[in-house]
């Protein structure tokens, strides 16, 4: 069983920026791969960014753009993600998402078995 634990979501002015941390814990394989989604109201819960448990292959969504950066610290087990020049329109609950994926490229929600309870991003105009 793995547990994540989302933090840092917060009310934010757009231009600004975030770091979410993601804490795992449990039993995990080297195999392992951990992700950032997210959700607005109304909408579905969209990829943003996914990085392997060695923390040496992150993926992007096309809409990031560079503006978001996954990392990990291994000796915490705890993934990041710094968000700059945040827009109105990256308001949305925040999840950390995982699991043992056989496409190393996937992005649906339902491939990652695991999941965290969500952290609210906020960016006011």
């Known amino acids: 069983q793995v547990q994540l634990v989302e933090s840092g979501g917060e009310l934010v002015q757009a231009g600004g920026s975030l770091r979410l941390s993601c804490a795992a814990s449990?039993?995990?394989?080297?195999?392992?791969?951990m992700g950032w989604f997210r959700q607005a109201p109304g909408k579905e819960r969209e990829f943003v960014a996914a990085?392997?448990?060695?923390?040496?292959?992150?993926r992007y969504a096309e809409f990031v753009k560079g503006q978001i950066t996954i990392s990990k610290d291994n000796t915490k087990n705890t993934v990041y993600l710094q968000m700059n020049s945040l827009k109105p329109e990256d308001t949305a609950v925040y999840y950390c998402?995982?699991?043992?994926?056989?496409?190393?490229?996937?992005?649906?929600?339902?491939?990652?078995?695991?999941w965290g309870q969500g952290t609210q991003v906020t960016v006011s105009a």
């Open positions: 990085i392997t448990w060695s923390g040496r292959s992150t």
């Open positions: 449990g039993r995990i394989f080297s195999t392992y791969t």
């Open positions: 998402g995982g699991g043992y994926l056989v496409n190393s490229y996937e992005t649906r929600p339902s491939e990652f078995r695991d």
